[in-house]
């Protein structure tokens, strides 16, 4: 099966969409499925286009930023044009794919699959309205939601969500559009053999790690981890953010101004495989988004048995249920971040319990090998 993927992200830039997507891709390459990724050349230093896994192929188009994490073709560009003619004429596919209704080269997708007669299959990563730093643009979004994203549920062939939430939003923003759902796999194998970052736990000399991992913007919360963590007012704690984006400045001014920048360290962009053992390495994993499809990084610290405080939205609730797995707390709401981190700190056979049961919660949930084989199941079906 030749498959075309429009993707608005792709490694090497981060995210749990580009991680997502890039790990679908090996497991069904593996599989026999030929695959060619058609993604923004974002960042320019990633090459234009590279062979990866022996069966999925790179082309990545001249691309900016209109506003921070949306992605736009230059379309002014030739040398844009020259590769999408080629992509247009060059290969036959069996199978168009969509990630998430908010990108413009979902937009795209569907305009391929129409002009070459093609399967148009979406699958939706969002569970809500995106959520930015400012009002305007939030409104701009929301409209642009109930316009072209809402075309785009509305006219594919197949939906696909990536948690029950996700699929609460399709209906709720495309009405009557069906979907199903199938939860993301994760390189649990790898996650389990990976030892802890022993440097970072001999940099904080034995004190309870309290850790983030993701990109640093508004709509992570990582601000109101900081103020929790100024709450917290306890000597025998450090914090540890893993992580780069344009809200790091912002963070780290908020660490002087609360004056625990000696106890708060940002460790900036990491690999796959630092960050996840800086992960282990935590006694306490926090997520504390404002928005969510399914927090791939809050699946990976249950698979790395991590003690779990993270926020209502989305689809986290599938993960943990916050019942002895770890905390579920209202988004933006510190004093109550506040009052679990407290718990954690101040009890570490709760810690080790609450880790034992989350990763009980997933292990069994999340696996690719299970997660290929429903996607491939639905592409070879014949209905739509």
């Not at 992605?71 to 199978?95: A, Q, R, T």
């Amino acid at each position: 099966m030749k498959i075309l993927v429009f993707s608005p992200y792709y490694p090497p830039h981060i995210g749990g969409l580009e991680s997502h997507s890039d790990e679908f891709n090996k497991h069904l390459s593996k599989k026999g499925g030929s695959i060619t990724v058609f993604t923004p050349h974002l960042p320019e230093t990633s090459p234009k286009s590279e062979m990866l896994y022996g069966g999925v192929s790179v082309i990545r188009f001249p691309a900016f930023e209109l506003i921070h994490n949306y992605p736009v073709p230059k379309f002014w560009k030739k040398e844009f044009w020259e590769i999408w003619h080629k992509l247009l004429s060059e290969k036959e596919y069996d199978l168009v794919i969509s990630r998430t209704r908010f990108f413009f080269p979902s937009l795209m997708a569907g305009s391929f699959a129409r002009k070459k007669k093609l399967r148009w299959v979406h699958i939706e990563h969002g569970s809500d309205f995106a959520q930015f730093k400012s009002k305007t643009v939030t409104k701009i979004g929301e409209f642009y939601d109930r316009t072209f994203g809402k075309f785009i549920l509305q006219h594919a062939d197949t939906l696909i969500a990536n948690s029950q939430a996700s699929c609460n939003f399709v209906h709720r923003l495309a009405k009557n559009s069906s979907c199903q759902v199938i939860y993301r796999g994760v390189e649990s194998k790898d996650l389990i053999l990976l030892k802890p970052d022993e440097a970072l736990r001999t940099m904080t000399k034995g004190k309870i790690i309290i850790g983030f991992v993701g990109r640093l913007i508004s709509g992570k919360g990582v601000s109101d981890l900081l103020y929790a963590f100024a709450a917290l007012k306890r000597n025998d704690c450090v914090c540890v953010i893993v992580g780069d984006g344009p809200e790091k400045a912002s963070l780290e001014k908020l660490a002087e101004k609360l004056q625990i920048e000696t106890s708060v360290y940002f460790f900036g962009h990491k690999s796959f495989r630092e960050a996840m053992s800086l992960l282990k390495a935590f006694d306490i994993f926090v997520n504390p988004s404002y928005t969510e499809g399914i927090p791939t990084s809050v699946i990976e610290a249950a698979f790395c048995q991590k003690a779990i405080i993270a926020t209502i939205v989305g689809g986290t609730k599938e993960i943990i249920n916050g019942d002895g797995d770890g905390f579920l707390v209202e988004p933006k709401n510190i004093p109550q971040l506040t009052e679990k981190l407290s718990l954690f700190a101040s009890d570490s056979n709760v810690r080790i319990t609450s880790g034992a049961k989350a990763f009980e919660a997933v292990k069994d949930r999340f696996d690719w090998e299970k997660t290929a084989e429903e996607y491939l199941k639905i592409f070879n079906s014949k209905n739509v």
